[in-house]
């Protein structure tokens, strides 16, 4: 089964572009002299240097990594139901356990080894009898549901790390976004493009940029 750190891997804060535009932005304040004056920044470096892109990676990597160790245990308990393993996944992901919580996550745990070696024993048995088809019966479809239980619990883990991320992303790049076009205001700039598209301008607003970004 797909562990979800598989999912976080390839999903943490994974943009290499701000969606700011391939040809810059409307014009926000125009030169003194008339004339378009033009601007570059480059994104990546507002990435790298922005302690609110670092807070926000260590964010997502946090709550990655809870999930994950809470996905992982789960894992192991694959013949509990679906109610279950979302107690169980509530219960682990505690930052502090009461005494009656972790005697549940042991019940819990118990249980679903209980029924899994009880499976396994079953599956493995030469001669059994009706009342040993009709069991093996039920756990198997007690461990199908349990399969289907992990998923769905995987899928909901999958979507809180895909919200994060992606209000993550929607909030950095409004923070860019206002920080050049305070920036461009500033210096009188027409235009501001990226440095991908700009190889050169005469008017780079990078830093001003991250110290705007960095307040």
């Known amino acids: 089964m797909t562990l979800i ?3 976080c891997k390839l999903t943490i804060f994974g943009i ?34 922005s302690t609110r892109k670092i807070k926000y990676d260590a964010d ?8 994950d160790t809470q996905f992982r245990q789960q894992t192991s308990s694959v013949m509990l139901t679906k109610a279950e393993q979302t107690e169980l996944g509530t219960l682990i992901g505690k930052p502090r356990q009461s005494d009656a919580d972790a005697a549940r996550v042991t019940a819990l745990q118990t249980k679903a080894s ?6 396994t024993d079953l599956q493995q048995k030469k001669d059994p009898s009706a009342t040993d088809s009709n069991r093996l019966a039920t ?3 007690q461990y199908e549901a349990g399969k ?4 769905a619990v995987g899928d909901g883990y999958q979507a809180q ?3 994060l991320s992606d209000a993550d992303n929607a909030e950095f790049t409004r923070t860019v976004k206002e920080a050049i076009s ?3 205001q500033q210096k009188g700039l027409s235009v501001v493009f990226t440095s991908d598209i700009a190889v050169y301008t005469a008017n780079d607003i990078t830093d001003d940029v991250v110290k705007r970004v960095n307040k």
């Open 148 to 151: 289907a239980a992990l998923q």
């Open 114 to 119: 209980a029924a899994a070696q009880e499976l």
């Open 182 to 184: 305070a920036s461009a």
């Open 5 to 7: 750190r598989t999912f």
């Open 60 to 67: 997502l990597h946090t709550l990655a990594d809870r999930l």
């Open 139 to 141: 756990l198997t479809s």
């Open 161 to 163: 790390i895909r919200a």
């Open 16 to 49: 290499t572009a701000l969606t700011l535009g391939t040809s810059g932005f409307s014009p926000v304040a125009a030169a003194p002299s008339g004339t378009q004056t033009f601007g570059s920044v480059d994104i990546a470096k507002v990435q790298t240097q």
